[in-house]
């Protein structure tokens, strides 16, 4: 049986706003833009300088800012972020890169600078560049109607060993409708370890739950305090 994880922190994207355990809670009206954000979203929301947010695509934009508001720098130590996995599923891929890249093949000019984000282990690269986490990557496509399999992977990975903290989730970021999805926008994120101090357990999502994704999304509420560095190895 593979035990519940410990969720360190945990932050969320959806089209109301930006919130996490680290504090933050903000709206996109408060951010004077839509989302996944502009150029300028990340300093408004953490005060970091983030020279390339602009021209990454929306999946990758999604994760960093829930990144962001779970603060990943915070609860993981460098040496520890060295270890870290990476587990996120989407539902939607790489839908409006897709889309925006068949539509330049009939332009004039290819949009050939967009196509590497046509494969959905982009986005994880992006973070993992970011919060410098040097684990195994995985990006895994699921169907709408049964998400959860991240997660699964994630426990997986933390029972066996293959990495002793994860950073696991759902990014599912589309622009307008297209091959029969819907348009989207959110994204959700937990960092997570076998054991130790954190903000709360989550057990190993049943085949059945309609959104295996909700006890994270609880946890996203703003908290008091800043968040703490994990002490364990």
Not at 72 to 84: C, F, G, K, N
Not at 139 to 160: F, H, Q, W, Y
Not at 199 to 214: Q, T, V, Y
Request: charged share 20%; proline share 7%; with cysteine.
């Amino acid at each position: 049986m593979i035990p519940a994880a410990t969720v360190l922190a945990c932050g969320m994207l959806d089209r109301g706003g930006i919130y996490g355990s680290n504090g933050t809670a903000v709206t996109w009206a408060e951010l004077e833009a839509d989302p996944p954000g502009t150029g300028r979203t990340v300093h408004k929301v953490s005060g970091k300088t983030d020279t390339t947010f602009r021209r990454i695509d929306y999946p990758s934009r999604a994760l960093v800012l829930a990144c962001e508001a779970a603060g990943i720098d915070a609860v993981l130590t460098e040496a520890q972020r060295q270890q870290t996995a990476i587990c996120v599923e989407t539902a939607l891929g790489s839908l409006t890169t897709d889309v925006d890249f068949q539509r330049s093949l009939s332009e004039d000019v290819v949009q050939a600078g967009i196509f590497p984000y046509s494969l959905t282990s982009t986005s994880l690269g992006e973070v993992a560049l970011r919060y410098k986490l040097r684990g195994p990557t995985v990006s895994i496509s699921v169907l709408d109607a049964s998400p959860g399999e991240g997660l699964r992977e994630a426990l997986r990975m933390l029972s066996t060993g293959d990495a002793p903290f994860v950073v696991t989730g759902r990014a599912d970021a589309a622009r307008e409708p297209a091959a029969g999805f819907e348009a989207a926008m959110s994204a959700v994120v937990a960092v997570l370890a076998p054991s130790g101090d954190g903000i709360g357990e989550l057990a190993w999502p049943s085949d059945d739950d309609p959104d295996p994704f909700a006890p994270i999304v609880r946890l996203c509420a703003p908290r008091q305090g800043p968040a703490r560095p994990h002490s364990g190895e």
